[in-house]
């Protein structure tokens, strides 16, 4: 549900741009939604486009264009490992494989206890520092092997009190 106070944060971003350009905040108001939300709903996105005037379907395919949106719920930690040609070849898929592993879901799922959903992801723009992974879409994570992601998954659970 978006409130009236998150379409007041629209109109801040709207108010940056040209009057006849408020479409430019797309981005900006759909990181609103997934800030407040954790996700960006289909509901959410019918908002964001009347507000901005311009079609559903538009809101949609810039959603759909960057994995840094999330169109279905995910896990307190979001954890993105590249997997790009460069990466692969410095162990970019054992890092994935790793965590499937070591968390016991597949690429895509999230845990059971909904504090970890991992996902592949294309060029995170580190590849000197492979194999790489970032972490909510913020915290980028180098040179991962095996025992770092133990030491990463083992810390963020430590954190969240389920170690």
């Known amino acids: 549900m978006i409130t009236e106070a998150t379409k007041a944060r629209f109109a801040r971003e709207v108010a940056k741009y040209p009057a006849d350009q408020k479409q430019s905040a797309v981005m900006a108001c759909l990181t609103i939604v997934q800030q407040e939300q954790g996700w960006v709903s289909t509901e959410s996105e019918a908002v964001i486009a009347e507000f901005l ?33 460069p990466c692969q070849l410095r162990d970019g898929y054992k890092a994935l494989h790793h965590l499937e592993h070591k968390l016991g879901i597949k690429m895509g799922q ?14 995170l723009g580190a590849c000197a520092d492979s194999p790489v992974m970032l972490v909510n879409d913020r915290c980028m994570c180098s040179f991962m092997s095996n025992e770092k992601l133990d030491e990463l998954i083992d810390g963020l659970k430590a954190a969240e009190g389920q170690a």
């Open 110 to 123: 999230t845990t059971a206890d909904g504090m970890f959903t991992l996902q592949q992801s294309e060029c």
């Open 53 to 85: 005037g311009m079609p559903e379907i538009a809101v949609h395919e810039v959603t759909t264009f960057y994995n840094m949106y999330n169109t279905a719920p995910v896990g307190k930690f979001k954890l993105n490992v590249c997997t790009n040609l």
